[in-house]
């Protein structure tokens, strides 16, 4: 069972990233998706997740309207626009074995290792 988060980076304000969680296949087929992130110093907090089908979607308050996540046969995704000072941290995608769509971390069964995401003001 593997998640290997890509996309990271040093952008400046207003600029857009797109992230990349590719999954071991039996894990991906069967698993609902999400993103989390963690800034220096604070919790892990919910950014987006993603049902197993890709037909429905959640959002933080924070980033609805900027961040979109997506899904293919392979890797999901987190295509993240107008990005802020305030976005950096690392982010992590997880995938949850049983609820259709979970955003408390502690609902999540699998973790990858995080990116790093600056934004620069």
């Known amino acids: 069972v593997q998640l290997q988060a890509s996309g990271g980076g040093l952008v400046q304000a207003g600029a857009s990233l797109r992230l990349a969680c590719a999954a071991s296949?039996?894990?991906?087929?069967?698993?609902?998706m999400g993103w989390f992130r963690q800034a220096p110093g604070k919790e892990r907090e919910f950014v987006a997740a993603?049902?197993?089908?890709?037909?429905t979607t959640l959002y933080a308050d924070s980033v609805k309207g900027r961040f979109t996540i997506s899904r293919d046969s392979a890797t999901a995704y987190l295509q993240m626009n107008n990005l802020k000072p305030e976005d950096t941290a690392v982010y992590y995608c997880?995938?949850?074995?049983?609820?259709?769509?979970?955003?408390?971390?502690?609902?999540?069964?699998?973790w990858g290792r995080g990116t790093l995401v600056t934004v620069s003001s």
């Open positions: 997880a995938a949850e074995r049983t609820l259709p769509l979970a955003t408390r971390v502690e609902e999540y069964d699998y």
């Open positions: 296949g039996r894990l991906f087929d069967n698993n609902a």
């Open positions: 993603i049902s197993r089908s890709g037909g």
